[in-house]
């Protein structure tokens, strides 16, 4: 039943930063593990990055590797992307997701949000 709602998109030119929020409803947000994704018109869902309950544990797909951070406030039932040095390859629709078992990293997500638009323009 959790609600994930994202927002921090927009347009901003090659080489320039942007910081992606999640804010989850409920009160066991720390009970799940986050992920971002990221999707185009008429491609595949591609995965971003994750991060455990506690936030010990984080992966990033090799395409953000060394230009996206991925963090939580448990406190805050929020987790973040902050993204630097962005290209125009990293334009897409950009979603919050929530796993809720125990395998890290998840094999599947549970929850989405409605997603955030990037463009990144040459």
């Given at each position: 039943q959790a609600q994930l709602v994202e927002s921090g998109g927009g347009l901003v030119q090659t080489g320039g930063s942007l910081r992606l929020s999640c804010a989850a409803s409920g009160r066991t947000f720390s009970s799940y593990t986050m992920g971002w994704f990221r999707q185009v018109p008429g491609k595949?869902?591609?995965?971003?990055a994750a991060i455990s309950r506690g936030g010990g544990g984080i992966k990033y797909a090799d395409s953000g590797k060394g230009r996206f951070t991925i963090s939580r406030d448990n406190a805050k039932n929020t987790v973040y992307l902050q993204m630097n040095s962005?290209?125009?390859e990293d334009t897409a629709?950009?979603?919050c997701a929530a796993a809720g078992g125990t395998r890290w990293p998840p094999s599947e997500y549970d929850y989405w949000g409605?997603?955030?638009q990037v463009t990144v323009s040459s």
């Open positions: 595949e869902r591609e995965f971003v962005l290209k125009p629709v950009y979603y409605q997603g955030t």
